[in-house]
């Protein structure tokens, strides 16, 4: 038992949500989502890779645009190939990453993201992806509810229009208490050390 015990503390208890950047982009109104995730691409891959120095866990919630029999590795071979691949292929998952695919906009709805969560004892959530105003939001909506800690980076997410992104941003920072600064302002040691001390308070 106590083995168990110091295996929970020795856990991370902040998660990377990257949300369905294994995007096919082959819908009407891709070209203008194509245009400002282009930006982000970058942003996320460097959050990424410190995420994973500081031993984050990463976690892609995605889409899986109707390609039911595939596995992550056939999503990715498939979107690659489509109108986004070179967004795609920069930001593909590792295979140490986890991936959950969801039916809807959240991905809460209808998956095991919450089971998953709860496995890995996380407090804290940073999300980032497309479209900023939908996915994002209504992933940030239910993570909210169920009471996460959340930072959605203003630089690591987009949606079809950059007013709607930035609406989006906003009503996440003002509804939902998220942090929405820059990615390159996150010090992502000390929002660890905040999600260890929040998980202490709740044990006592």
């Not at 070209?31 to 982000?40: D, N, R, W």
């Not at 994002?136 to 980076?153: E, I, K, Q």
């Not at 950059?162 to 996150?186: G, P, W, Y």
């Amino acid at each position: 038992m106590e083995k168990q015990h110091q295996h929970e503390n020795n856990k991370i208890p902040v998660a990377l949500l990257i949300i369905d950047v294994i995007n096919d982009f082959n819908f009407p109104e891709a070209p203008l989502l194509l245009k400002t995730s282009a930006p982000i691409a970058d942003k996320i891959y460097d959050l990424k890779k410190r995420a994973k120095k500081e031993k984050i866990p990463v976690i892609y919630v995605n889409d899986n645009f109707g390609q039911w029999q595939s596995d992550k590795h056939k999503l990715v071979d498939y979107c690659s190939t489509q109108p986004g691949g070179e967004f795609v292929k920069k930001l593909q998952p590792d295979d140490d990453d986890f991936f959950v695919v969801k039916p809807k906009h959240s991905g809460f709805f209808s998956t095991p993201l919450s089971t998953l969560l709860n496995e890995l004892s996380i407090q804290t959530l940073i999300l980032c992806g497309v479209a900023g105003n939908i996915c994002v939001l209504f992933t940030a909506n239910d993570a909210y509810m169920r009471g996460f800690t959340l930072y959605a980076p203003a630089d690591c997410s987009a949606s079809n229009i950059e007013e709607d992104n930035e609406r989006a941003l906003i009503l996440m920072e003002k509804t939902l208490n998220a942090d929405i600064s820059k990615s390159e302002e996150l010090d992502l040691r000390a929002i660890i050390d905040q999600a260890n001390e929040n998980k202490h308070k709740t044990m006592y």
